[in-house]
C-alpha cells in the first residue's frame, strides 16, 4: 500500500530524554512536513524539507530537530530544550504536479511525563 | 505570508441536515485543499480544488479565487461526517507549504 506511516503512535517519555519521532513514504513525494496539533488547536507547522539533505524551520522550530538523509525518511526528534512537547504531531509529504494534493500520516501522540 | 481564516468555528446538525463551511484567505493561491480530520485524529484530504467546483459524493466545494473564499458543501449530513474540517492554502512559489485555517469543528447527532 502507498501512504504514510509514522510510530509509534503513541509514546511516553521522561521530561528531559530527548524523544525521536519516525516518518516515513512511499509515494515518492519529494516534500515532506511536521506538524503539532494540540487539543482543540489548528496545525503549526515545525519543519519541512523540499529536497533530500536540505529543510527549513516552520513557525515552531525552537526545541526541535530533524534530518532528511533519504527521500522517504523525515524523523523529528523532540529535544528536551522543547518546553512544552505533549501533543500530538503528524507527518505529511507533497509533490509538485498537476495535482498538487497533501497527504497525511496517522500522527503520534507524544506524552512527557 | 496568506492569512486563512474558517467559519464558523463550531456547527451543530441533525442526521439528514445540509451544512456550508467557508474558507476565506487573504491572497491569490496556488494551492487550496480542504482537509477533514477525524475523532481519531486522522487527516484525510477531500478536496485540491485552487478554482472551480468539484463533487464527491454527498460533499462538494466551489473556490472562488477572484474573491479569495472557498466553500465546502455537505448534504444529508451522516453521523461519521463529524470532525474538524481544516482549509489550507499556499501562494506557490519557492515556499512550498501550507497555510492551514483553525477549522471548523461540525458535530452530526444521530
Known amino acids: 500500500d502507498g501512504g504514510i506511516t509514522q510510530s509509534p503512535k503513541y509514546l511516553f517519555r521522561k521530561e528531559g530524554q530527548n524523544v525521536t519521532l519516525s516518518c516515513e513514504q512511499n509515494l515518492n513525494h519529494d516534500a515532506m512536513y511536521w506538524y503539532r496539533q494540540d487539543p482543540g488547536q489548528g496545525l503549526r507547522l515545525i519543519y519541512y524539507s523540499q529536497i533530500v539533505n536540505d529543510f527549513q524551520k516552520g513557525d515552531i522550530a525552537e526545541g526541535y530537530s530533524v534530518s532528511r538523509e533519504k527521500k522517504e525518511s523525515f524523523p523529528l526528534t523532540v529535544t528536551s530544550a522543547q518546553k512544552n512537547p505533549t501533543a500530538f504531531y503528524l507527518c505529511?509529504?507533497?509533490?509538485?504536479?498537476?495535482?498538487?494534493?497533501?497527504?497525511f500520516g496517522p500522527g503520534t501522540r507524544l506524552t512527557v511525563l | 505570508g496568506i492569512q486563512v481564516e474558517q467559519s464558523p468555528p463550531d456547527l451543530i446538525l441533525q442526521e439528514g441536515a445540509n451544512s456550508t463551511l467557508r474558507c476565506n484567505f487573504s491572497?491569490?493561491?496556488?494551492?487550496l485543499q480542504w482537509f477533514h480530520q477525524n475523532p481519531w485524529g486522522q487527516l484525510i484530504n477531500l478536496f485540491y480544488?485552487?478554482?472551480g467546483t468539484k463533487q464527491n459524493g454527498r460533499l462538494s466545494a466551489t473556490t472562488v479565487a477572484t474573491e479569495r473564499y472557498s466553500l465546502l458543501y455537505i448534504s444529508s449530513s451522516q453521523t461519521t461526517d463529524s470532525g474538524v474540517y481544516f482549509c489550507a492554502a499556499d501562494m506557490g512559489g519557492s515556499n512550498y507549504k501550507l497555510t492551514f485555517g483553525k477549522g471548523t469543528l461540525l458535530t452530526v447527532n444521530p
Open positions: 480544488i485552487p478554482s
Open positions: 491572497d491569490s493561491v496556488n494551492n
Open positions: 505529511a509529504s507533497r509533490n509538485r504536479g498537476r495535482e498538487d494534493t497533501q497527504y
